[in-house]
């Protein structure tokens, strides 16, 4: 890479310890001029992102007063992004992922614009928001792969992991304040959350501009069939031991355990006996675990060994808090378990992560984290099938049903997985 790319600690000579011999603090990658500007980048982006979702609900609610029309976007915009996701992943491997990160993210910061003109002049209907739910997830999909493969462009393996995490934390952030701001903007005005939207997409905007260009190899290929690229991504990811089942260990939560976040106000209501506020407790204990356990990963990441295993082990711990929140009965047991589930697996999240790009051939790095996001982009699915459950079997008994059986596949895949114990 070019100097201007490396830690800032490498350009110059100093006493003591060797630069391989200096213990590495947790904001290690931060030292990097461009990671930093991505980090920001990163966390402006996920407050427009969590602003936006938050404000077309509110948004959707006003226009139509109708579950279904709420529904409708959030899973049409979902869907959408789902399918797209192989296309950005064949996008960051065929072009320059700054020049992919720069376009999308412009794309994003006119959409919000666009839709804040629209709000406040008072124009705004139901099929602009339906509109600017496509647009944004197909930004989305074209921006996330070259985002998360950007970070390898940008690190040496000795400070991967540590730029993993703090990627993980910057989006956490977001997802803990983003929601609260959205909240108070929205309750001010309809227009508020959107001139918002739109003033932290111009920001991130801002920042992708500011990185340079770092000198990596070129793993840019002569164009072919966009279907013979994405089939040849996945059968590489599908055909490495080591990829496949980091691929599913990330997969299985997003289908059996992240839904039961969408039913947490119904948990709140129903089981605690508690309103909105609670709700947004309960959330918000998520995200400060992550931190934690993020934090962790930051500080000792570099020196793990049996990185596999670890990750997995921590998931069936994660899977075990989880299934005991089901039985929780007042909100400080809620709470806390939540914490701790969320420290485990924020620190397991960002290691599988860390695992899965390092094991990844440079030209594959693209389309590989195409398939990772693509893990999580089945949620919908598992939102819809636990619903289904819990309309007949109580929200307890049902997320609990889908948390054992989680458990029971990672047991399985810990069992009679090799390549998960090597990794």
Same mark, same amino acid.
């Not at 992102?49 to 979902?78: D, H, K, M, P, R």
């Not at 605690?272 to 934090?295: C, D, P, Q, R």
């Given at each position: /890479? #070019?100097?201007?790319?490396? %830690?800032?600690?490498?350009?110059? %000579? ?10 590495k603090g947790?904001?290690?990658?931060? *030292? ?6 991505l980090?920001?980048?990163?966390i402006?982006?996920g ?5 936006q979702q938050?404000a077309?609900?509110?948004?959707v609610?006003?226009?139509t ?8 976007v959030?899973f ?5 992004s789902?399918?797209?996701?192989p296309?950005?992943?064949?996008? #960051?491997d *065929? ?20 839709l804040?003109v ?6 705004? +209907? ?7 739910s496509?647009l ?12 998360q493969?950007?970070?390898?462009d ?7 992991p540590?730029?993993? =995490? /703090?990627?993980s934390?910057?989006q956490n ?5 983003g929601?609260?701001l959205a ?16 003033? /932290?997409?111009?920001?991130? $905007?801002?920042?992708?501009? /500011? ?10 290929r002569? %164009?072919?069939?966009?279907?013979s ?6 059968k590489?990811?599908?055909?490495e031991p +080591? ?6 260990v990330?997969?299985l939560?997003?289908?059996?355990i ?15 006996? @508690? ?11 998520i ?6 356990g993020?934090l962790g ?5 570099d !020196?793990l060994?049996?990185?596999?295993p670890?990750?997995?082990g ?7 808090l989880?299934m005991a929140?089901?039985?929780? !009965?007042e909100?400080?047991?809620s709470? =806390?378990?939540?914490?701790a589930?969320?420290?485990? @697996?924020g620190?397991c ?8 790009l390092?094991?990844?051939r440079?030209?594959?790095?693209? !389309?590989?984290m195409?398939?990772?996001?693509m ?6 699915f ?9 309309? !007949?079997?109580?929200v *307890? ?8 059986? $989680? ?9 009679f ?6 990794a």
């Amino acid at each position: /890479m #070019a100097s201007e790319t490396q %830690p800032e600690s490498s350009a110059t %000579p100093h006493a003591g310890p060797a630069p391989g011999k200096r213990r590495k603090g947790a904001f290690e990658s931060l *030292r990097n001029r461009d990671f930093r500007l991505l980090t920001l980048s990163t966390i402006s982006l996920g407050f427009g992102q969590w602003g936006q979702q938050i404000a077309l609900g509110w948004l959707v609610f006003v226009l139509t007063e109708s579950a279904i029309q709420l529904a409708n976007v959030a899973f049409i915009g979902g869907v959408l992004s789902l399918l797209l996701t192989p296309v950005g992943g064949i996008v #960051a491997d *065929r072009y320059p992922r700054r020049t992919v990160i720069v376009l999308a993210t412009l794309a994003d910061t006119a959409q919000a614009a666009g839709l804040a003109v629209l709000v406040f002049s008072g124009h705004v +209907q139901v099929w602009h928001v339906y509109a600017f739910s496509l647009l944004t997830a197909l930004t989305t999909a074209m921006s996330q792969p070259a985002r998360q493969a950007f970070v390898a462009d940008l690190m040496t393996p000795a400070t991967l992991p540590n730029a993993i =995490a /703090m990627n993980s934390i910057a989006q956490n952030i977001s997802r803990i304040l983003g929601p609260s701001l959205a909240g108070i903007l929205t309750a001010a005005s309809l227009a508020s959350p959107f001139i918002f939207v739109a003033a /932290m997409r111009g920001l991130a $905007c801002v920042n992708t501009l /500011m990185m340079s260009r770092p000198a990596v190899p070129a793993v840019y290929r002569q %164009p072919r069939n966009p279907l013979s690229d994405i089939a040849a991504g996945f059968k590489y990811v599908m055909g490495e031991p +080591q990829t496949r089942v980091l691929l599913a260990v990330n997969t299985l939560p997003a289908l059996l355990i992240y839904p039961y976040i969408s039913f947490m106000p119904l948990f709140a209501r129903v089981e605690l006996g @508690h309103g909105s506020g609670t709700y947004g407790l309960l959330v918000s204990a998520i995200g400060i675990g992550s931190i934690f356990g993020l934090l962790g990963l930051a500080v000792i990441g570099d !020196r793990l060994r049996h990185g596999g295993p670890l990750t997995l082990g921590g998931l069936i711990a994660y899977a075990l808090l989880v299934m005991a929140f089901t039985q929780t !009965r007042e909100l400080w047991q809620s709470m =806390a378990v939540l914490i701790a589930a969320g420290v485990i @697996h924020g620190f397991c999240l960002a290691l599988g992560n860390t695992l899965f790009l390092t094991a990844l051939r440079q030209d594959m790095q693209g !389309r590989g984290m195409a398939a990772w996001q693509m893990g999580f982009g089945i949620t919908p699915f598992g939102v819809l099938a636990m619903g289904f459950m819990i309309n !007949r079997a109580g929200v *307890r008994s049902a997320e609990l049903g889908f948390f054992v059986v $989680c458990l029971g596949m990672f047991l399985l895949i810990f069992v009679f997985n090799r390549a998960i114990r090597r990794a």
